[in-house]
T-cell receptor, first 112, second 114 residues
Framework: SQQGEEDPQALSIQEGENATMNCSYK?????LQWYRQNSGRGLVHLIL?????REKHSGRLRVTLDTSKKSSSLLITASRAADTASYFC????????????FGSGTQLTVLP | DGGITQSPKYLFRKEGQNVTLSCEQN?????MYWYRQDPGQGLRLIYY???????QKGDIAEGYSVSREKKESFPLTVTSAQKNPTAFYLC?????????????FGPGTRLTVT
């Protein structure tokens, strides 16, 4: 019942550059969330964007949502080595808002 | 210090043995979840519980069992019927924030069955 799918699967950039990762989903949603996972750790919630929002910012993070294209993007500006992690988008399961379905993630590597 | 604790961090078992993974939260969240993560993949839902004494199967419940006798605790038992139990297991709880259920995760338990 996977809903969201991230693209690219892997991304490698230099410190200071911006990183953009995308998420596409299949059915209508009322919100979309992004999570980060450092290697061997649990996931950490980054940001939630509601279906009536087009863009949201949190520090160096910028998330956009295009409900007509069923897609979202996560932009990390001025990346740091500490941003190296996997990033997942998550969407509520249709008919069960408390359940989230997660994509396979984008593995971001920021080189010092 | 609020959060979700999972223990142990690493667990080794012989094939054919049942094993129970612990998950405790002091966030006062009603809903709790168990996920399985295999290398390079996303999370797959095993079981979730919206309230004490109630739980529902997720996508991959076969070979697993849970209980929810207390709000704070949601242990997962990996039974010998689970064909491929070696994986990283994550527990989470959730709360409704700004119109969506944001999930809080524990640090995970890496289970190796040989």
């Amino acid at each position: 019942s996977q809903q969201g799918e991230e693209d690219p699967q892997a991304l490698s950039i230099q410190e200071g550059e911006n990183a953009t990762m995308n998420c596409s989903y299949k059915t209508s949603i009322n919100n979309l969330q992004w999570y980060r996972q450092n290697s061997g750790r649990g996931l950490v919630h980054l940001i939630l964007i509601r279906s009536n929002e087009r863009e949201k910012h949190s520090g160096r993070l910028r998330v956009t949502l295009d409900t007509s294209k069923k897609s979202s993007s996560l932009l990390i500006t001025a990346s740091r080595a500490a941003d190296t992690a996997s990033y997942f988008c998550a969407t509520p399961l249709s008919g069960s808002a408390r359940q989230l379905t997660f994509g396979s993630g984008t593995q971001l590597t920021v080189l010092p | 210090d609020g959060g979700i604790t999972q223990s142990p961090k690493y667990l080794f078992r012989k094939e054919g043995q049942n094993v129970t993974l612990s998950c405790e939260q002091n966030l006062n969240h009603d809903a709790m979840y168990w996920y399985r993560q295999d290398p390079g993949q996303g999370l797959r839902l095993i079981y979730y519980s919206q309230i004490v004494n109630d739980f529902q199967k997720g996508d991959i419940a076969e070979g697993y069992s849970v209980s929810r006798e207390k709000k704070e605790s949601f242990p997962l038992t990996v039974t010998s019927a689970q064909k491929n139990p070696t994986a990283f297991y994550l527990c989470a709880s959730s709360i409704n924030i700004a119109g969506g259920y944001e999930q809080y995760f524990g640090p995970g338990t890496r289970l190796t069955v040989t």
